[in-house]
């Protein structure tokens, strides 16, 4: 059980307070990770960027063979940024 005013269950996750999940998904859909920045999820946030920047590099490697990666990292960015807002699943 939450103490009021608190993030966090007594496992000690955190959780996103008072965050609107239609926000959070359409921030993600504009830009990879912005979802996760309103909810308070900064090092997901700088992970999915940085699989980003590598998936670019690996696209300009390969002529563009790995850019269809970024798809699937939008679409997770998008998913996750809902369910931590909604709180199905907790902040990093």
Avoid: H
């Amino acid at each position: 059980m939450r103490a009021p005013g608190q993030g966090a269950d007594i496992s000690g996750r955190q959780y996103a307070e008072g965050k609107n999940p239609a926000v959070a998904l359409i921030l993600s859909f504009f830009l990879t990770g912005i979802g996760q920045l309103y909810n308070g999820d900064v090092k997901k946030c700088l992970l999915m960027w940085g699989i980003c920047v590598v998936i670019i590099i690996l696209a300009v490697i390969t002529g563009g063979a790995a850019g269809i990666l970024i798809m699937g990292v939008w679409i997770w960015s998008m998913i996750d940024a809902y369910n931590v807002a909604s709180r199905k699943s907790p902040r990093w």
